[in-house]
């Protein structure tokens, strides 16, 4: 059983990953780079039309920085992968049909309880604009992060109103409380940039999750390093 989790973690992981990696390359990077100008203070000039995709070559390609980090990213993603094959596996000793169309709906809960549920009050953040401590966002998101887990379970495989009910608690609890905050919010960067990196950071999430759902449900019931398969 363990083979066979760790050899489809390390294969879903593997792949959803490194889409990933691209993805943030292509969509993810530009933006951050500009923003570091604004904190930096050394802006491009790009002329009139100055924006992101003007931005594009900022910074240029780094083969060693930009080759680290998509194997980061795919050493992240196996890791995110072995947590999902592990509830999988679970799942499916007590009758859960694991798939590649299951394992999507099993991405999206995981892109909502590690992306969208910390992201609802705690956003990306580019360099440069106003952050509370370090330290007590992480714990918060931490916290936020496996409260929205459980609230997941709680929707999937709760069979009655008081389970859906601990988990609609369980996601708002920690809104309710509220995220740590800067006592100003003020930077160098504008407010465009810093939106438009939150929206694609989200959208890279969500399209990384969704792969990996899908590859570890494919491999998972393909039976990917299982000792007894016929």
Do not use: C
């Amino acid at each position: 059983m363990f083979t066979r989790l760790l050899t489809s973690a390390l294969f879903a992981g593997a792949a959803s990953g490194l889409i990933a990696a691209l993805l943030q390359l292509w969509f993810v990077q530009p933006v951050l780079l500009h923003a570091e100008l604004y904190e930096s203070g050394e802006l491009l000039h790009f002329g009139a039309d100055s924006n992101i995709a003007a931005a594009q070559d900022v910074g240029g390609i780094d083969l060693v920085r930009d080759g680290l980090s998509t194997v980061f990213t795919m050493l992240i993603y196996s890791a995110y992968a072995m947590i999902l094959l592990a509830a999988m596996s679970v799942a499916e000793e007590r009758g859960a049909a694991i798939t590649a169309r299951t394992g999507m709906i099993w991405g999206i809960a995981g892109f909502v309880a590690v992306h969208l549920a910390p992201g609802f009050s705690l956003a990306p953040e580019v360099p440069g604009v106003a952050a509370a401590d370090v330290v007590l966002r992480q714990v918060w998101w931490f916290t936020t992060a496996i409260m929205a887990a459980a609230a997941m379970v709680l929707i999937g495989f709760g069979k009655n109103w008081a389970a859906w009910l601990g988990a609609a608690v369980l996601l708002l609890a920690p809104h309710v409380y509220g995220a740590p905050e800067p006592e100003v919010f003020t930077g160098p960067v504008p407010t465009e940039i810093g939106a438009l990196f939150a929206a694609r950071a989200l959208g890279v999430g969500l399209a990384a999750w969704v792969l990996l759902g899908l590859f570890a449900g494919y491999f998972w019931s393909r039976r990917i390093g299982a000792t007894d398969a016929a």
